[in-house]
């Protein structure tokens, strides 16, 4: 009995400095952390909306639905949004752009976990690329990646049903 | 001599075959096959053949070179993994595809085991899915048959994956070969041909490419329609490689097993493997995997279909 | 001094932790795919192996034997915690791409394996030197991978790509690949070693 009130003693000696440490180095890093993660979410945005200036997110109950994009004079331009797909081993998340009239202005990937030099490539300009200027309600033109449908579907397929959600909660949004 | 072949327990049954006349004679059988590739698809075809068996000589004759091993490339294996590996690829590859596959499979896929008799995966399938996982684009980019304007087509098999409907095409056709896929697969009647006449040399015994054709078709006509039992099961020996594997790559003496008890389970466990695949896989065809699947499971069907040796007594214990 | 330098050499080859001892090779196959990753990888496990291993030789004595591995656990998850907040927030992209495995560094059997087999049982000294050589020789054999993988998977090298134009092959992007590299390279250490099987 003595012995185990002793090892117990000692380990939990050991996790109260460890704990200890953590919350010191978390105390100093937290801020950073968010920081980060703002500055990252941002520069995303700001590539689907290269003329954007505020985004400021539409929220619905526990999260952000959307953004509403407004370039410098505050003039509104349009949404921006994220759409996740089931692609060929990983989900494919995507963030796009869309202006009000319901074109979409850029998609970009923004994580994904396919198969390395096929259905990864889906993050590059010359698939991500064939959105610029395509209608939300019309994306027949974008073809998919060779020997890569289901990555490209699940892209494709995710924007256009996530876009035209979105597109039904903007069109009368100034 | 001693690596050549796996020896099974006595009592042994003695012929003058020599392990490269098997291979010459396997080789003769597939000629039908190959010459119904280059009718269906051209000269093309003829390359991609030369070419893999080129490569897969060169690889032997440097790996056992560097390991310092006798060289038998003349002994016709290393020839056979190179023509079944070319058989393996769509007519239209570029042309370093079925070099650098027949140089993966008697690198990796063969010598680096220790040479003929020693590897566990058929040599030819390992470097078929070296490249299907390497360079997919050009392993599913198939030719139009009887059509030398390299204009592609899909292969009933992926029409079927991309759809869910079975392509309008004839038994027929599908059994002469006028077909997309690659080149030693579609011709069945010259598969057929080459694979009566290893029977009839008593090279190949019925066990593993009967079960092998017999337990797929089975599983493929009960799950594989709209219902129970509906499913269209001569379509799917007919197309595919299925022949050409269940005949000429699942028999390979080195990586199925010995013992006939031991062959029919290896095949009914193909058959199985390759419906499963087929029916509701990622990739419109699995014969190739599910051949190494089981020959990754050989060793442990030899050990429990072992032959009883005569005159002893069951173990009761065996440590 | 010399000794040191020995403790620290072992690891770079004689013991090298991935070719020699074939430990820690889970995240060996996942974050080798390109040169930036292994080399991030490594200096992250490089820091924890030196943390603990410094960490248990200096507490070593007022551990009872019974509950050293729970003991060594805490430690080396101190350290693992630290290492991913500081990547997170200043190199987020970094801690990204190596993903998971950051926080799964805890479970790695060569740091657990260090604490166990050799700090506590050696000086406090002697066990930062191995711990910066295990750390040493787990990055190299990372980047040696990693390069082979990088420029056969992808055509670049350190995330550049290469003038003359192949197909990439893959395969070597893949876990297979990742397994293919480490079992021909593995063929070459024990060749230069000298040790036939």
Redesign the interface.
Known sequence: MKETL??GF??GT??IV?GG??AG??FL?KP??IA??QA?EESALKEVMPEGESFEPAKKENGVIYYRVRDKEGKYIGAAFKASGKG?SSAVDTLAGMSPDGQIIAVKVL?QNE????GANVVEPPFTGQFAGKNIQDLEGVQAI??A??SSKAVIDSVREKGKEIFELIKDEK | MKNKLTVNISPHLHNNESVSKIMWIVGISLIPAGAAGVIIFGLNALTVMILGILSALVTEWLMQLLAKRRITILDGSAFLTGLLLAYNLPPGVPLWLPAAGSFFAIAIGKQVFGGLGQNIFNPALVGRVFLMASW??YM??FTKPLNFDAVTSATPLAVLR?SGVIENISYLDLFLGRRGGCIGEVCILALVAGALFLFWKGYISWHIPVTYTAVFAAFVYAFGGDGLFRGDWFFHILTGGLILGAFFMATDYVTSPLTRKGQVIFGAGCGILTAVIRLWG?YPEGVSYAILMMNAATPIIDRFTRNRIYGTMIPVNRK | MKKLFREFFKGVIKENPTFVLALGLCPTLAVS?SVVNAVGMGAAATFVLMGSNAMVAM?KN???A??RI??FI??I??FV??VE??L???T?GLN?ALGIYVPLIAVNCIVLGRAEAYASKNTLMNSLFDGLGMGAGFTLALTLISSIREYF??GKIFGYALSHKFE?V?IF??PSGALLVIGILLILFNRLKGRKS
């Open positions: 002793r090892y000692i380990l050991i996790c460890a440490l953590l180095i978390n890093t950073r952390i980060q993660a990252e060929y994580s198969t390395p030099g096929l060779t020997g449908t289901i | 997919p684009k599913t980019t991309e990622g | 795919t507490i007022n551990i009872p019974k509950i729970p003991c805490v430690v998850a101190t915690t630290i907040m500081v997170k927030a200043y987020p990204r998977g992808s990439p893959s992007g893949m």
